[in-house]
């Protein structure tokens, strides 16, 4: 028999928000849920890393040198995942790790999402010369392979945590500034956009104040997923030697410097890999929750 509803819960239903209506539908979803809440630990372990981190991530000792996991030290389990090939803690690092992973997904996300839809509101309400000018610079940043790019940048510039985020953040804000631009074209036409040109709003009040509000769902969405690459990306210039820079735990350049051990000492690739694996796929799998809870066609 197919339960009929209450009427408390219709009128919870009716008058809850959009927003509202959105999270509930995540939060129903538990495999999502569940991936958002790995990615919330590995939030944690970067913001507590001090507290958190065992040992000290840069402390070498050689006497501990390639090391391997669940090593026992005084009847306690000292170093859970191994030592590197100078002795440093491999879990200690891995949450260090982690903060330099999600501080320089976050920046470049939110600093590419502000220009990104600042110059589509623009590129899509004003038209003409601002949307010709602004997509044929979107047309050739997309002809250029992400990665090749940042390389190119990256080698430019030199190293370091600030010319990473500044080399991210000149490729990516292309991505929300289309998405950012199709949403105002389809936006631009509607009826409360009319009624505020009508009385004689202007221009800027409309896009940031009309259309801007109407169309963050689907651009949160996208820089959810668009965090993940952005990991990726930095792992990867880390791994190649023009990203971070050592002493500092970066997940790519503990996976490069592994390398040399891979067949005698697995876990010091292994662990750092599989780090970027599990946030990686978290993200992804959350961001598409978040996806489905917060598109229209899914509404009830």
């Known amino acids: 028999m197919t339960a009929v509803p209450n009427d408390a819960a219709i009128v919870r239903e009716r008058i809850e928000s959009p927003t509202g209506q959105s ?9 999502s849920a569940a991936a958002m809440g790995i990615v919330l630990l590995f939030v944690l372990l970067a913001v507590f890393a001090p507290f958190i981190a065992p040992h000290d991530p840069y402390e070498t000792d050689l006497f501990r040198r390639l090391q391997p996991p669940a090593w026992m030290e005084g009847g306690e389990w ?45 590129a899509g309400y004003l038209r003409g010369w601002v949307d010709i000018v602004i997509s044929r610079i979107v047309d050739i940043l997309l002809g250029f392979p992400y990665l090749i790019f940042a390389i190119a940048l990256m080698a430019m510039m030199g ?40 009385v004689g709003a202007p221009r800027r009040y409309i896009m940031f104040r009309e259309i801007l509000p109407n169309i963050l769902s689907p651009v949160i969405v ?9 990991i990726i990306l930095e792992a990867s210039l880390s791994f190649l030697g023009i990203g971070v820079q050592p002493p500092t735990a970066s997940w790519g350049s503990m996976v490069a410097d592994g390398r ?7 876990w010091v690739s292994t662990f750092p890999g599989l780090a970027i694996l599990a946030l990686v796929l978290s993200i992804n799998v959350a961001s598409q929750g978040l996806r489905d809870a917060f598109d229209p066609k899914f509404s009830d």
């Open 159 to 198: 190293p370091g945590l600030k010319n990473i985020i500044l080399a991210l953040v000149l490729k990516e804000w292309v991505v929300p500034a289309r998405v950012v631009r199709g949403e105002v074209l389809a936006a631009r036409e509607m009826e409360y956009v009319e009624a505020a040109r009508a």
């Open 78 to 122: 000292s170093f859970v995942l191994g030592c590197d090939g100078l002795g440093r803690d491999i879990l200690s690092r891995i949450i260090y790790g982690a903060r330099v992973s999600i501080t320089i997904g976050l920046a470049v996300v939110m600093i590419a999402t502000v220009i990104g839809i600042v110059l589509g509101l623009a």
């Open 23 to 31: 999270l509930r539908r995540f939060l129903a979803d538990r495999f």
């Open 222 to 230: 996208v820089s959810t997923i668009r965090m993940a690459h952005v």
């Open 260 to 266: 040399a051990f891979v067949l005698d000492a697995w």
